[in-house]
């Protein structure tokens, strides 16, 4: 599912809500002018409303003509009362009392519908089964003790920043277990899911047996399956290395999903314990040249003792 199927996706849920909650008022006033005292009030209520309408707002006759429509108000609230309702259940009561349900405010997209968009964006990455790590989470002091860690922070930060415009499209955190780069990862995605960009989170034993299901599917269906790896405005391949190596798969596997976003301008993130050389061993010089690529990857190396057990 795309970015865009997402935020329709949306749009259509608050329609729906929108409708139901305009539809349960207009019952209500329904069943409640079928109380022939609240018909009255609410007729009387409505003259006094077009006679101020039609006067100046400093007008003295206002203030009196408003106290009189205050009197049929209460009387009407009482006859509301009689019957099991209130005002607040003849009129539509939307989620977002700000857009109304529409999802935009002078054509901007509303808060509401950005944080829906926020919480399946958040959803559809897979980072909801990590930890979910901020930069909130940041040890200062840890950093202070580790000059890769550090510099990897900041670049990090850089990289948000400017995303997805930073020098580098993409960035490649290389280094033994437990050195902070799937923290880092986490942080980058949960930053970037904050703006509603739509990011996904793999390891790359997920990104393997996503891409082998998708042979699995009729072909009409195959698009459906890659098309969260392909179109995302974000990829973290995490650990990769992990997977099995299936022969003339995994490989090719990895390769297609790369280099499809590399010619789309599409950003990547890779997280791996192994160095450039055992990367190469393992996957041959067609994919290294692809991971590390120098025009458009930065590759990190992260130094020091497992964190995880420093905790």
Known sequence: MTKTQIILNQLEKMKQSRIQAQLTADNNLALARQNSKFKKLESDMR??????????????????????????????????????LTYKDTVPQYNCPICCDVGFVNGKKCECLIKKVQEELLNQSGISKYSG??????????????????KAYKIAKAYIKDFPNYKYKNLVF???????????????????IKTTNYVVFVTSFDLNNTVIRSMSVPFVE??????????????????????????????????????????????????TNLTPQMIKERYGDRLVSRIFDLNTTLPIKLDGKDLRIQR
């Open 222 to 271: 195959r698009d459906e399956v890659l098309e969260p790896l392909l179109e995302c405005d974000l990829l973290l391949i995490d650990d990769l290395g992990s997977e099995p190596i299936m022969k003339n798969v995994s490989i090719n596997n990895l390769f297609t999903i790369i280099n499809e976003r590399q010619r789309h301008d599409k950003c990547t993130i890779i997280g």
């Open 47 to 84: 003259k006094i409303q077009v006679e101020i309408s039609k006067l100046a707002p400093n007008d003295e006759k206002v203030k009196e003509l408003y106290f009189e429509y205050n009197k049929l108000r209460d009387a009407s609230t009482e006859a509301l009362k009689k019957i099991g």
């Open 133 to 150: 790590h901020s930069f909130d989470d940041v040890d200062i002091n840890i950093l202070a003790k580790n000059p890769t860690l550090d």
């Open 174 to 192: 290389c280094g033994e277990v437990g050195t902070g780069k799937t923290f880092l990862m986490e942080c980058i995605a949960s930053e970037l």
